[in-house]
C-alpha cells in the first residue's frame, strides 16, 4: 500500500475565538489562512459567524451561499459539500450565512449538540475535495455561544487574536474561563495555541503597555509576531481578497506570514 502524504493525516483544528468584536479575529482567519497556503500548507477556513465576513473577505458572493455552515450543523449537508474554493490556490471555505444566528434556539433540546462541527470535520476524511487538508481554521462569532463552544469542541487548540486597547486583559480573562469549561467537560485536549496580538499602533504608548502586560500574564504563550495597523489591512475585505493578495509587500501581509511562520513552528514542537 503507498503511504499517503504528510500533509493527508487528520488536520490541526485551530480556533479562532474572541467573545469580544473588532479585535481582528476574521481579518486574522483570512490572512493566516492565505499566508498558511502560501507556504504551501492545504488549508480550509470554516466561517462560523452569522456575519460571513470571513465569506466576503475571500470574495465569496451571498448569492454563492446556496449550502452553509448552517446546513452543516443542523445535519442537512456534509461538510465536504458546502466547501468552496477560492482565488488562493490551496485555500479553501465554508461559507456562513444569517441563518447561523437563530442555530442555538433550533438545537436547544437536541442531544449532542454540541459536537456538530466536531462530527462534521470528522466526515471529511476520505471525501475527495476535502482529503489532504493541514489545517482547519475556525473563524468563530464575536460570543461565547453555542457556534463557538462547537468551535472550542473540535478544535485542538485556540488562536486568540487581541486588540492592543486598554480592556484586552479583561476579556482574556473571561476566555480563558470557558476554554478551561470546555477541557473540562467537552475537550480535555484542548489548549491555548497562542495569542496574536492585533491592530498594534507604534506611535501610541499604550500598545507597548498593552504589549508588556499580556506577555507579563500569558508568557511564551504570545506570539512574537505582532500585527501592525495597516491601512491595507483594513481595505483588502473591501475588494474581496486577503491583504497578501491586495499588497503583498504592505507591513500587514509581511507580519501574517511570519505569524503563519511561528504557528507552523509551533505545531511542530506539539507534535515533536
Do not use: W
Not at 499517503?4 to 479585535?23: D, E, S
Not at 479575529?25 to 452569522?50: H, S, W, Y
Not at 455552515?69 to 490551496?90: C, F, H, S, W
Not at 476579556?171 to 470557558?178: A, E
Amino acid at each position: 500500500m503507498t503511504q499517503r502524504p504528510a500533509t493527508q493525516h487528520r488536520p490541526r483544528i485551530l480556533a479562532l475565538a474572541n467573545q469580544k468584536g473588532g479585535v481582528g479575529k476574521t481579518t486574522t482567519a483570512i490572512n493566516l489562512g492565505t499566508a498558511l497556503a502560501a507556504i504551501n500548507e492545504r488549508v480550509l477556513i470554516v466561517d462560523l459567524d452569522p456575519q460571513g465576513n470571513a465569506s466576503t473577505g475571500l470574495g465569496v458572493e451571498h448569492k454563492n451561499r446556496r449550502r452553509s455552515t448552517y446546513d452543516v450543523l443542523v445535519g442537512d449537508a456534509k461538510l465536504a459539500e458546502v466547501i468552496q474554493e477560492t482565488a488562493i490556490p490551496r485555500l479553501f471555505i465554508a461559507p456562513s450565512t444569517m441563518d447561523l444566528s437563530g442555530l442555538e434556539l433550533e438545537l436547544a433540546s437536541e442531544r449532542e449538540r454540541n459536537y456538530r462541527l466536531r462530527n462534521a470535520l470528522l466526515t471529511l476524511a476520505g471525501s475527495d475535495q476535502a482529503d489532504g487538508f493541514g489545517y482547519v481554521l475556525v473563524d468563530c462569532p464575536p460570543s461565547l455561544n453555542l457556534l463557538t463552544i462547537n468551535a472550542m469542541a473540535a478544535a485542538d487548540s485556540i488562536l486568540v487574536p487581541l486588540q492592543c486597547e486598554f480592556f484586552a486583559l479583561e476579556g482574556l480573562s473571561q476566555l480563558l474561563k470557558t476554554v478551561e469549561q470546555v477541557k473540562t467537560t467537552l475537550n480535555p485536549k484542548l489548549s491555548i495555541h497562542g495569542i496574536v496580538l492585533t491592530m498594534y499602533d507604534a506611535r501610541n504608548n499604550l500598545s507597548d503597555q498593552v504589549v508588556a502586560d499580556v506577555k507579563q500574564f500569558m508568557g511564551d504563550k504570545v506570539y512574537q509576531t505582532i500585527i501592525p495597523r495597516n491601512v491595507r489591512v483594513s481595505e483588502a475585505p473591501s475588494y474581496g481578497k486577503p491583504v497578501l493578495l491586495y499588497d503583498f509587500k504592505c507591513t500587514g501581509s509581511q507580519a501574517y506570514l511570519r505569524l503563519a511562520s511561528e504557528v507552523v513552528k509551533r505545531e511542530r514542537g506539539i507534535a515533536a
